[in-house]
């Protein structure tokens, strides 16, 4: 394993966290512009499925990425996902049909079900105990700069050029993320990796999920239903407000994001994680409750700014929670458990969503309130007797 230092600062973690930069632009700049493409390859009613589809495969592979992140090494894993990103950014212009686009979508969805399982893993390698809050939420701004720029840069490049070139040039983001993992120094220590083999994929029920992190994972699956609602819907809100740019929201709140993260997680780290995730749930439920009644870009942009602010508390700090309840030499399985959670919410946040929205403007307040509540009972289950009891355990 890599030695710690008392810094967060090393080459590896700067190149890490450009590598997920690029990462996150890749397959993040495709998001607004897919609900009016997959519309104009007579797809309209399947919108929830751009992104459930997305998360069913990222769900599912959330086991075998664990499992070989914590037996043949992190750096192979996070490769395999930028190189999924890399390979379908070149299929897409070749499907000109709904059915094949949607295998197309599912078979994305491997990228994000490997590379931030591999990448979570690295940095608890890397990092001292007493920064991890820190450096996630550091890692998470470098995230949240490719998904607040790729949006918008998308948009841009599709209105610009067309949709076969915002798809190559998603492609190109995956390669450099691929580039600069290859530069990088594996953390799992050499007597613990394996040659990759079909045994590898071998799957146990204890690599499915990982009973120490429960509580993480419940709050996790709770609070990202409204993610799947803003990724599904909030293009189509945009327009109804006048906005020509589909990833404006998205830029709003990963920029919002940005300014919260590092001073959060480094707070967690000196207070405890359960009270600053209670102030994320509150956040959230408020932005669901904004961006439900947003009829004006001015509600719009406060909505935006919550759900980031949200977003900005709860990601790292989520994250940090799960390492600090799992044993260190399955950081990986532990990771997986808390993305298999966070992957379902998001694509059953989707799909509810679009189901009560049903392309009726006058419904999207419905589907994002219905969201909304989710985080209430995220919120509930803080304050239960569960977590009082690991409060005063710990």
Known sequence: MEKQSDSIFSLQFWLLCISSLVFFCSFNMLIPELPDYLSSLGGADYKGLIISLFTVTAGLSRPFSGRLTDRIGRVPVMAFGSLVCFVCGFFYPIVVTVFPFLFLRLIHGFSTGFKPTGTAAYIADIVPIHRRGEAMGMHGTMSSLG????PALGSWIADTFSMNVLFYVSSMFALISIAILYNMKETLPKNQQEKFSLNSLKITKEDVFDRKVLPAAIVVFLTYFGYGAVATLTPDLSKSIGLHNKGFYFMVFTIASLF??????KFSDKNGRIDVI???CFALIISM?????A???YMFVIGAVVFGISSGILSPILQAWTIDLCDEHNRGRALATMYISLETAIGLGAFLSAKIYQNQIE???????GMGFFAVLAMIYLYSGTIRQMKAAS
Request: hydrophobic letters at 55%.
């Open 289 to 293: 409750i904004l961006t439900a009644y």
């Open 295 to 297: 009829d004006n870009i």
């Open 278 to 280: 209670r102030w994320g």
């Open 363 to 369: 419904r999207m307040k419905y589907a994002f309130l």
């Open 260 to 265: 919260i993260r590092v001073v959060a997680g």
């Open 147 to 150: 998904m607040a720029f790729g």
